[in-house]
Structures are given as C-alpha cells and as structure tokens.
C-alpha cells in the first residue's frame, strides 16, 4: 500500500511526482456528477415551480456559469501544485484565510451528510440492514477511500463515470418508456422567479466544488496547458451534472408524487425485480461515493491548512492523518442520521444558502490569481506569516464581508428571504450580486498592492525532486 496511500497533503507536489494528464479531469468530474444527489437538484427545479422545458434550460444555463467559475479554479492545480484553498493565503492571509476555510468545512461536512443520507438507503436496501448501518457503512468505506488518497480518487472517477453512464443511459430509457417526452416538453409558460432559481440550483452545484478543484489537478504536470485543465475539467463536469439534472427534472414532472421523496426507491423500481434492482441501488452508492470522498478529502485538505496557519506547516504522522479522516466521518454521519427525515427541503435551502457564502470567495481568489498575480505566487510566502501575504489581510477580509452582506436582500431560502427579492418577482439573484460586487471592489481594492506580487520567476512552485511533507 506504500505506493498507493498518499504521503501529500497540503504541501507543494514536486515535479518529480507530477503525473498524468489533463483528460483525467474529464473522467474524474464526470463520475463526481453523475449520481443522485445531482439528480435530486435537477428534480428540485421542478418541484419548486418551474416546468420540465424551462428547467432543463435554466439548469443547463446554470450548469455553464458555474461551471467555467469552478474550471477556473481547476486550471490553477498544475501552475501551483497546492491544494485549492491554500492558494486563498494569498489574498486572505495566512491566518485570514482560516475565515472561509472554516465555512468551507461546514461545506464539506453538510454534502458529506446530504450525500450519505441517500448512499446510505441504497445500502441499507442492497445489504438488507437498513437505513442507519447503511448510513455509517457508507461514510466508513468514504474516509478509508478518502484517505487513501488521490489516485484512489481517481480511479474511483474512472469507474463510476462509465458504470454511472451505462446505468443512466438505462434508466433513461426506462424512463421515456413510462412518459411521452413530448407532453413532458409542451408547456413552455416562461416563469422568471422560477427560471432563475434553476438557474441558481445548478450554478450552486457547480460553485461548490469551487474550493477543492484543484486539489485534484494538483498532481498534473506543470506544463499541462491551463486551457486544457479548465475545458476538460468544464465537460466532464457540465456533462455529468446535466445529464443528471435532467433525469431529475423529467422524472420529477412525469410522477411527482412517485419520485419526490422517494427518489432511491424510485429510480430502482425503473429496473426490474430482482438483481437489476440490486445493480441500480450499488449504482447509486457507487456514483455517491465518488462524490462523498471529494468531500471527505476536501475537507481533510482545508482542516490542515486552517490548522498548519496558526501552527506552522508540519509533517503530518499517518495516525495523525488518520483522526483527521476519523473526525469528519463522525460529525457527518451525524448530521446524516439527524437529518435523514427532512432531507429534500434541508437540501435545497442548504444548496442556496452555501452559495452565499462562497461565491465572494471564488470571485476574489479568481480576480487576484488570473487579473492583479498574473498566475504568480510566491509558494514559500503562502506558508509564512511574517512573509509576503502576512498574517491578515484587512482588504480582502473586508470584501469578503461586504460580498456576504449584499447578497442578503436578494437570497430566497425556506427560513429567510431578503427584503428586494419580491420587488424581482421572487428571483433569487444572490449568486450573480455575489459575484460581481466583491469581484469589482477586490480589483479597485487590490490592483495596486504590488508588494504582494513577486517577480515572473518566484510565482512557481519549487522543482525540486522531494519536499518536505505536510
């Protein structure tokens, strides 16, 4: 297993152990997408209003903008060899950017619990042991995966996408053999609060995963083409979570009574008796399971950054890794058993929610790294509070917050909607405010802080041939 179990954590990926190609995004994101949570977010579009037509293009349209947002980030993993978030030390701080690290844990552990609840009833029903040790068998197989590490994850990625596709080509048919397509697609009212909260449903899928992309195309080559990473990581992603979305919403408009909230029973009752049933209910746990260790490595990934920022950047012990795997097993299995009877409400106001507070995020790092750096960082400085960065970084701290503060008045959850969203009809356009106000007041705030932009030849991760490891 020496060779297997990766030593890595936040620390820089030496060239001598860069490997692969950008393809390897295309696979990983596509098996990542297609499942069933992604599904459920598909059905949502639906069931909160909108009819199947103008669903499937509003989740598409939201599938794309997110979408490039989050291939963005991806592009980032070769030039760098670091982990996503800790690229945020550059704008943030190295002590700052424990700020959205900490809301990108309760990310990771919310989509760790959402996830488990629906892998967990398919192997509760595939082992005949029902809901809750389906649940804590799931999340045990997602941390031995997650911290195996990194080509685990991508084999995991390369399995699922193409067991995920066959299945899903099958329930499609399945599905179109039950329902006239047509008749689904003939009512095309048009709808704009309801358009825009698929739009929303979809953009917030693709954002989420936003803070971890590139810890997967970490590994890549440093002369892998950035143009390269961002569309194969953009196809496999938009593909995987389209094609998803929109078995969702079809089958959500052609029995809503027998799909909403019963989704697990429902797309195995497309299959026959017997053993198709037991291949579609591993199907889901397979495609859920891809998913569930992003999350769990993700979450790992931004636990030691938050940590090593105050503690220094240390060796981190097998054991010690292993607790951290340990640690989000156990607070999200919790979560899953505590909210596994509420779970398609839960999770839509958990998807919409989540997208306020990492949009100013995303738009920030996006701004500093491709518009004021130019691509360059000083790596050594990332990991020095004393150094380039230091310690807190008011300015961007401050965007943040105002970014999070002006998305208020037009977020539209089940426990808070803002005081402009009826004026538009009811149209949450939080997402798009969350965006484009921190991205613009960054730049006016940043562009001129040329201390922190090292020169052309010290923005590049080290080539030495071993680093030290963390």
């Given amino acids: 297993m020496a060779g297997v179990v990766e030593q890595r ?19 990983l994101w596509l098996g990542a997408n297609l499942q069933i949570t992604a599904v459920v977010t598909g059905a949502l579009a639906v069931v909160f209003g909108a009819n199947a037509f103008w669903s499937l293009l509003g989740l598409l349209l939201g599938n794309l903008l997110g979408g490039a947002v ?29 700020v959205p690290l900490a809301l990108v844990i ?8 959402s996830g488990t609840v629906l892998a967990g009833q398919a192997v509760g029903h595939l082992t005949h042991l029902g809901d809750t040790t389906g649940i804590i068998a799931f999340a045990a197989i ?32 399945r599905l179109l053999e039950r329902t006239d397509l047509a008749a689904l697609l003939h009512d095309r009212a048009f709808d704009f609060p309801v358009f825009l909260l698929a739009v929303s449903l979809s953009a917030s899928w693709q954002l989420a995963f936003g803070p971890y992309v590139a810890d997967y195309s970490r590994y890549l ?41 019963h989704e697990v029973s429902y797309i195995v009752g497309l299959g026959s008796a017997g053993l198709m049933a037991s291949v579609l209910y591993f199907v889901i746990a397979l495609g859920k399971l891809t998913v569930n260790v992003l999350n769990t490595y993700g979450g ?43 779970f398609l409400t839960s999770f839509k106001d958990f998807l919409l929610f989540l997208l306020t507070f990492f949009t100013p995020w995303s738009a920030i790092n996006l701004v500093d790294y491709y518009l004021i750096s130019k691509e360059r960082y000083d790596i050594p400085a990332l990991s020095d509070p004393a150094g380039r960065y230091g310690a807190w970084n008011g300015k961007a701290l401050l965007v943040y917050g105002i970014g999070l503060v002006a998305q208020l008045p037009f977020l539209v959850t089940h426990f808070y909607t803002g005081p402009l969203v009826a004026p538009l009809g009811g149209a949450d356009i939080s997402w798009l405010i969350g965006l484009v106000v921190p991205a613009a007041l960054y730049w006016l705030a940043a562009r ?4 922190r932009i090292p020169a052309a030849d010290t923005g590049v991760a080290p080539t030495a041939e071993a680093a030290p490891r963390s």
């Fill in 448 to 451: 001129r802080d040329t201390d």
């Fill in 9 to 27: 954590s936040i620390d820089v990926v030496p060239d001598a152990e860069r490997h692969g190609t950008a393809v390897s995004q295309f696979t």
């Fill in 221 to 261: 080559p440093r002369h892998t083409s950035a143009r390269a990473t961002f569309w194969w990581t953009l196809s496999g992603s938009v593909l995987g979570s389209q094609w998803s979305m929109t078995f969702g919403a079809l089958a959500a408009a052609a029995a809503p009574a027998a799909f909403v909230g």
């Fill in 70 to 98: 989050m291939a963005l980030h991806s592009a980032q993993g070769p030039r760098l060899g670091l982990p996503q978030m800790i690229s945020s030390r550059a704008q943030f701080g190295v002590r700052g950017a424990v």
């Fill in 106 to 113: 309760v990310m990771y552990i919310g989509f760790f619990a």
């Fill in 142 to 173: 997602t941390a031995f995966a997650a911290a195996v590490g990194y080509r685990l994850i991508h084999a995991l990625g390369r399995i699922a996408g193409l067991v995920c596709a066959v299945a899903f080509v099958y329930l499609g048919v």
């Fill in 300 to 342: 790992f990934m931004s636990m030691v950054t938050s940590v090593s920022g105050f503690r220094g950047q240390r060796t981190l012990s097998p054991r010690g890794r292993s607790l951290y795997f340990a640690g989000i097993m156990v607070v999200g299995s919790a979560v899953a058993l505590l909210g596994k009877d509420s």
